[in-house]
T-cell receptor, first 112, second 119 residues
Framework: DGGITQSPKYLFRKEGQNVTLSCEQNLNHDAMYWYRQDPGQGLRLIYYSQIVNDFQKGDIAEGYSVSREKKESFPLTVTSAQKNPTAFYLC???????????FGPGTRLTVT | AQTVTQSQPEMSVQEAETVTLSCTYDTSENNYYLFWYKQPPSRQMILVIRQEAYKQQNATENRFSVNFQKAAKSFSLKISDSQLGDTAMYFCAFMKHGYSGAGSYQLTFGKGTKLSVIP
């Protein structure tokens, strides 16, 4: 059963702690993406990766870091430098030569 | 940079009726793609329909169709025979066309329209 998984669904952290959000896909997609969604806002791109061991900053990369060591995995770390980390985070992937991005179920991060 | 504007924060429609959601965008690109995504209360983003800018024919997917006006930079979504399951946030999104190695493309989203289908 192919798809994108994100874990956990809900995540709570204390301010000042780094936290890593998981994103795994078994669709054999080359490209993967991380978006952030805030209330009343559309999705905003944090980072994206076209191929393994390569990634680029999106519109709001400050305070975040990523890695792409395997094609299937694209974890996002929310660092203590991110000033307002509480948000809903969505991971997506797409295959080269097509245009649709498929989304995971998302992770709701709450930092207090 | 591209911008996408959805001017209707909220809309409602009676079940079985038709509703149109508006979207305008600003770009200097000639080749691009446009999408409508649906986000139900589960918050899973689901692709509804896509349109290639070079195609003059409007895309259709079952009860969903678009009115693409390239010169006006307008991309509205029409939902026919509305169903309770259509209740969701709807996002319009823009993607620039371009080959970039392995082929990843960035989506620019509007702020969304909250659609409620009333029984």
């Amino acid at each position: 059963d192919g798809g994108i998984t994100q874990s956990p669904k809900y995540l709570f952290r204390k301010e000042g702690q780094n936290v890593t959000l998981s994103c795994e896909q078994n669709l054999n997609h080359d490209a993967m993406y991380w978006y952030r969604q805030d209330p009343g806002q559309g999705l905003r791109l944090i980072y994206y990766s076209q191929i393994v061991n390569d990634f680029q900053k999106g519109d709001i990369a400050e305070g975040y870091s990523v890695s792409r060591e395997k094609k299937e995995s694209f974890p996002l770390t929310v660092t203590s430098a991110q000033k307002n980390p509480t948000a809903f985070y969505l991971c997506a992937s797409s295959i080269a030569a097509t245009y649709e991005q498929y989304f995971g179920p998302g992770t709701r991060l709450t930092v207090t | 940079a591209q911008t996408v504007t959805q001017s209707q924060p909220e809309m409602s429609v009676q079940e079985a009726e038709t509703v149109t959601l508006s979207c305008t965008y600003d770009t200097s690109e000639n080749n691009y793609y446009l999408f409508w995504y649906k986000q139900p209360p589960s918050r899973q983003m689901i692709l509804v329909i896509r349109q290639e800018a070079y195609k003059q024919q409007n895309a259709t997917e079952n009860r969903f169709s678009v009115n693409f006006q390239k010169a006006a930079k307008s991309f509205s979504l029409k939902i026919s025979d509305s169903q309770l399951g259509d209740t969701a946030m709807y996002f319009c999104a823009f993607m620039k066309h371009g080959y970039s190695g392995a082929g990843s493309y960035q989506l620019t989203f509007g702020k969304g329209t909250k659609l409620s289908v009333i029984p």
